[in-house]
């Protein structure tokens, strides 16, 4: 789905946004770490994930990507909460 590095740029800042979007709380980060968020998300979940279970719908591919990129943003998160309580 994702064939080019430009894919993988513009699929992973739509990714992102919607990752941000549907993710409840607030989320301080800007819109590069977003976009490189989405792009992570789109290459993990999109890319590896979705070919590892063997999916093909277009569709579905982007819903992994999205739950990867929202997995992924609570992993950040609780990072720079640990990081910050030092």
């Given at each position: 789905m994702f064939d080019s590095f430009l894919g993988y740029l513009i699929g992973g800042a739509v990714i992102g946004i919607l990752a941000r979007l549907i993710k409840p709380g607030a989320d301080?980060?800007?819109?590069?770490?977003?976009?490189?968020?989405g792009v992570a998300g789109a290459w993990l979940g999109g890319g590896i994930i979705a070919t590892a279970l063997g999916l093909t719908s277009s569709l579905l591919?982007?819903?992994v990507a999205i739950v990867t990129a929202i997995v992924l943003l609570f992993l950040y998160e609780a990072i720079r909460s640990k990081s910050a309580k030092k």
């Open positions: 301080p980060m800007g819109w590069i770490l977003t976009i490189l968020l591919i982007w819903v």
